[in-house]
């Protein structure tokens, strides 16, 4: 379905490492910024025992995850909004942020969900290398992409240097970021 539709999904690097990560830290709860089809909520769902809330922007697309959540038989243990998730309030603590969603945004998701997080949580952000493009910036094609590719290699230095954040950034799929929250 995300082929046919053109939807950019995580790849399987990615998604394994996500999964991995989330069973190490035997993390209950995660927290997901960009569900478009629901394909990383289900998958995380099927490998692990956690917990997921998932927003989702586009109407379109959520009407899609909730139609493959509910296929997959996962409506217990994913929960999906259909919002923009600056205009999402959570009174719950996550063990688990995955940061999939507008690549332009991603420093005011974080900032925006860091009281979510409690010492130790984890964040992980996806698309931080875009195609190779952060480190090659000249092959972008458009000057719209150019600029997309300029904002995520700020983010990824700002990711970096937050002070409240131990970040590492990995050549995994597209480019994954595992930060701990101190
Ligand atoms: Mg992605």
Redesign the pocket.
């Known amino acids: 379905q995300a082929e046919n539709l053109n939807t950019?999904?995580?790849s399987e690097e990615?998604i394994n490492m996500l999964i991995q990560l989330i069973k190490l830290m035997k993390a209950e709860t995660v927290l997901e910024i960009?569900s478009a089809i629901g394909y990383s909520a289900i998958r995380i769902a099927l490998a692990t025992e956690a917990k997921i809330v998932t927003i989702e922007k586009d109407s379109a697309s959520y009407q899609l995850a909730v139609d493959n959540i509910a296929k997959c038989r996962m409506t217990e243990r994913i929960t999906i909004l259909n919002q923009d998730a600056l205009d999402v309030e959570l009174n719950q603590k996550f063990d688990l942020l995955f940061i999939?969603a507008a690549k332009s945004q991603y420093l005011r998701f974080l900032e925006h969900f860091k009281d979510n997080l409690v010492s130790g949580s984890v964040v992980v952000c996806?698309?931080l290398l875009f195609h190779g493009m952060v480190e090659n910036p000249d092959s972008a094609r458009s000057k719209r992409t150019k600029d997309l590719v300029k904002k995520i290699a700020k983010f990824n230095q700002e990711l970096i240097n937050h002070p409240d954040f131990e970040t590492y950034i990995y050549e995994i799929g597209?480019g994954l970021s595992i930060s701990i929250r101190k």
């Open positions: 950019p999904i995580i990615g960009g999939d996806d698309n597209d």
